[in-house]
């Protein structure tokens, strides 16, 4: 399916998936993530099922973004949340239910003992998205891509 994505072959992603996947799927939005995503997998077959996932809601199946974790847990039992909503469905709880799904199953990896979230200090929304999960923070780093990162973490139970 992500290659499908990346190919633009939004019919085919739709099948592979069995959801309705919206037109920014295939958006210069998100495309660069599911190269990064493909090029993980390649590296490392075990990060197929931790790196993406549509977040589908109930009923209706509208699929609302994408959630998942940079990577399977590291040595130190680490995972780090990755999340994106379509821009037609912000402001729905898309990415709050996302964080919950996240960290219901990172709660029940036996492999995983920190879930860790990395936010730009002006990324307002996804600041107020972590909030009220317990992640406390831990620090800084500096990303090429999005430049400071403020690092939360949280037990994983």
Same mark, same amino acid.
């Given at each position: 399916?992500?290659?499908? *994505?990346?190919? &633009?072959?939004?019919? /085919?992603?739709?099948? /592979? ?6 037109? +920014?799927?295939?958006?210069? %939005?998100?495309?660069? *993530? +599911? ?11 075990? /990060?197929? %099922? +931790?790196?993406? =996932? ?20 590291? @040595? #130190?039992?680490?995972?780090?949340? @990755?999340?994106? !909503? %379509?821009? %037609? =469905?912000?402001?729905? &709880? ?18 995983? @003992?920190? !879930?860790? #979230? ?9 600041? #107020? ?9 831990? &620090? ?18």
């Amino acid at each position: 399916m992500l290659q499908a *994505l990346l190919n &633009g072959e939004l019919a /085919a992603a739709r099948a /592979a998936a069995g959801v309705p996947l919206t037109d +920014w799927f295939v958006s210069d %939005d998100i495309t660069w *993530l +599911w190269q990064m995503r493909l090029d993980q997998i390649a590296a490392d077959r075990r /990060a197929a %099922d +931790w790196v993406a =996932c549509a977040a589908v809601a109930v009923p209706d199946e509208t699929v609302g973004g994408v959630g998942g974790y940079h990577g399977p847990p590291d @040595s #130190a039992g680490m995972v780090e949340l @990755s999340y994106g !909503v %379509d821009p %037609d =469905c912000r402001r729905q &709880g898309y990415a709050r239910a996302m964080v919950r799904e996240l960290l219901r199953r990172a709660a029940g990896e036996p492999d995983v @003992s920190t !879930v860790r #979230a990395s936010i730009s200090p002006q990324n307002a929304a996804s600041l #107020a998205t972590i909030a009220g999960f317990g992640f406390e923070h831990v &620090g800084e780093q500096w990303d090429e891509v999005d430049g400071t990162e403020f690092l939360f973490e949280r037990p994983a139970v």
